[in-house]
Structure formats: C-alpha cells, structure tokens
C-alpha cells in the first residue's frame, strides 16, 4: 500500500506544481512562460524521485509503469495498481489547483486553461494531429531511455533524479508549442476533467501514445540493446 500512496502523492504534486506554472505564474511572456513550466514539470519530479523513489520508484506516470513493466522491472500485477494511484494523484493535483486558482479576487474560469494538454487550431503553436502523435511518442520514448538507463544495475547512480527531471524540462522546452507536453497520461486526465470540452474530447492521443513510447523503451532495455 506504501508504494501507491507514494505513487499517489507524487503525481499529485507533479500536476498541481507543473500545471500551476501555466495556471498560477504563467503570465510574462510566451519565453519565459515556457521555461517556468519546463522547469517547474523537471523539478517536481526531481524532487519527488528523491522523496519517493525508495518507496516506490517514483513512476508518478502510467507511461513510465508501463516502460518499467516493459523491460521487466515490474511484475504485471503491479501494473493497474501504480496506474490507478497514479490517475487518482493526477485528479487530486488538479483539484487542489483549480481550488488553489478559483480564490483569485479578480475570479477564475477553467476556459482561461488548467495547463491541459491538446493539439490543434487554437491551441498554442496550432500544430495538427500528426506533429501530436509524434511529438507525443518520440518524447515519451526518449523521457523512458533517460528513466530506465539512469536506473539499471550499470548506470544507476544518486544523480539519477536530477538527470531524470532535466530531461523532461528538455522535453518540454522543444513541445510545449505543439501539445503542451504530456508524456504522462495522469498528468492530461487532471486538467482534462476539470475543462471538459475540447481538452476532454483530445484526451484519447495523451493516454494511448505515451505508453506505446514508453513499451518501445522499455522493450529496448529487456532484450538488451540499450542494456550494458
């Protein structure tokens, strides 16, 4: 039970400060606004693999359970289990953000955004649904390489939760502009469900895609091609 009350917390806190860099502090230019929404997604799960991670591992992301799950570092019967703590810490973070937001005096609507993510006219940089699905699968791939090869038997090492962190604030740096950077599937279901509409109806591409990047990932790492 430790583990998903770990799991649970921790994508909490991955989607109330990630997406409350969009929602809380993300006026000041479309620049900086990128950066502090990069960097705020790196740091919570940099912090959060250090306060977590001997418990559970830190997934905090059903793609990542999934990846994990793939190289065979997870048994199956774990699998809906960190998922559905991690789809419940998601919604939760949401929750406490839209609380958070809505005591702003000068009020607040979920139409002026949760930091949810989504593709399309309208949407930041207006990129269409294939640049989605590709930014999607070869973010959530290259985000797993960093995770299981900075924490297999060869390359494991403290400083694996900062190399973590800093290559989802890479990842988000280049695609926040074509769909807001998901790579998690817990992370859109938050916000998705607060906004409903249009991030709702989207919402399929950020729970399929993800976890097929992440199982190519993973399958690399158990047949040994990215393993020393």
């Known amino acids: 039970m430790k583990k998903y009350v770990a799991e649970c917390l921790g994508t909490a806190t991955l989607v109330l400060f990630g997406c409350g860099a969009a929602v809380i502090t993300g006026a000041g230019g479309a620049h900086l606004g990128t950066f502090q929404i ?17 418990v559970s591992g830190c997934h905090i992301n059903p793609a990542v359970t999934v990846g994990v799950w793939a190289a065979g570092r997870l048994s199956t019967a774990q699998v809906p289990k960190y998922i559905i703590a991690q789809i ?22 979920v139409a002026e955004g949760m930091g949810q993510n989504g593709w399309g ?21 290259i985000f797993l390489v960093v995770i299981l090869g900075s924490t297999s038997k060869a390359g494991i090492t403290q400083a694996a939760g900062l190399a973590i962190g800093l290559s989802l604030v890479m990842i988000h740096i280049v695609f926040i502009p074509v769909t807001g950077v998901s790579v998690n599937p817990a992370r859109s279901i938050g916000p998705a469900l607060f906004v409903g509409g249009k991030a709702l109806a ?27």
């Open 202 to 228: 989207q919402l399929w591409l950020f729970i399929i895609v993800p976890p097929i990047g992440a199982a190519l990932a993973g399958l690399l790492f158990r047949f040994r091609v990215l393993e020393d």
């Open 121 to 141: 006219e309208g949407y930041l940089g207006g990129y269409g649904l294939g640049s989605a699905i590709l930014t999607e699968l070869v973010a959530t791939f």
């Open 38 to 54: 990069a960097f705020a997604f790196g740091l919570a799960v940099t912090s959060m693999a250090y306060g977590i991670g001997h």
């Open 88 to 109: 419940i810490g998601g919604i939760l973070g949401a929750g406490i953000l839209y609380v958070i937001a809505s005591g702003r005096l000068a009020s607040f609507s």
